[in-house]
């Protein structure tokens, strides 16, 4: 795609699932990418060990591309200050900031404990703006930059017993919408991906047949996604070809978002 050769990206819980394919395509695409992980070091090792493959697959040369592994606590503000500046000191600038971090859990909503609730708000919503306000600082002084945040269908279609997941991808929604148009005339573009059900570590779902069968059942297109289809889409809303698209929630959901149950003709 168009624009991405050579720029510096972050990517924030990149050690599996989505975040780990988005970092992979940008490493093919012949970006620098720097691996944000809150806990499992050995996966953001494989997660380096496959941009490296991908990017010599793609006939980039092993070492011209720059690469990094960073811990840090996205909920936690002197974490993500501490990761920037790490970052932007190993590349020499940030370009890109794909907001991927974030977790769910499961629950009927008057039972909730509400410290799990905090937790979830904190990496999924609060997280996802103390890095878009840092990334933003720093495109302001540099001549602008892309942000594009992993929100999910759920920001528009209700998930009973995931109360604080729906809550934070509803907020994602406003947040992508709001910084867009604060930021549109200083050349900084933000948008959001929406994923439906996908094939990923956090939907333990994709391991049991019949479980996966009775989600597919409900997707127009009769499947779950690929983390894979989920990174093509990151990269373009990153690239130059998406470069007069801002504020914009693209959904990656293979038709549920469509309201599936009236694909058959009501009677009467």
């Keep these: ?53 991908a990017s010599a697959e793609a006939g980039i040369t092993p070492g011209t591309l720059k ?40 629950g009927a909503s008057h039972e909730i404990p509400l410290d799990k609730f905090d937790k979830m708000i904190d990496i999924n ?26 929100s999910s269908v759920h920001e528009l279609i209700p998930r009973p017993q995931y109360v604080g997941y729906t809550m934070s991808k509803g907020g994602m929604r406003a947040m992508t919408r709001t910084l867009a148009l604060e930021y549109a005339r200083e050349n900084i573009r933000i948008n959001s991906f929406a994923p439906g059900a996908t094939l990923t570590p956090i939907n333990p779902w994709k391991d049991d047949p019949e ?23 990151a990269a373009f809303l990153a690239s130059d070809d998406a470069a007069y698209i801002t504020g914009q929630t693209l959904f990656v ?5 469509l309201f599936p149950s009236f694909r058959t003709p009501w009677t009467g």
């Design 211 to 233: 479980r996966k069968a009775d989600i597919e059942s409900h997707i127009p297109m009769g499947r779950a996604g690929e983390a894979e289809e989920m990174a093509a889409i």
């Design 125 to 150: 919503m609060r997280g996802a703006f103390i890095c878009a306000r840092k990334a933003i600082a720093h495109f302001l002084e540099n001549g602008g930059g892309v942000i594009v945040n992993d």
């Design 253 to 257: 959901d293979g038709g549920l978002s």
């Design 1 to 53: 795609m168009r624009g991405l050769k050579g720029k510096n990206v972050l990517v924030t819980g990149a050690s599996s699932g989505i975040g780990q394919a988005i970092a992979i395509r940008f490493a093919q695409e012949g970006a620098n990418v720097a691996v944000n992980y809150y806990r499992g070091e050995e996966e953001a090792d494989a997660t380096l060990k496959q941009m490296r493959a």
């Design 67 to 106: 690469d990094m592994k960073i811990q840090a606590d996205v909920s936690k503000e002197d974490n993500v200050a501490s990761m920037f500046e790490q970052v932007i000191s190993t590349f020499g600038g940030l370009d890109i900031l794909i907001n991927n971090a974030g977790m769910q859990i499961q």
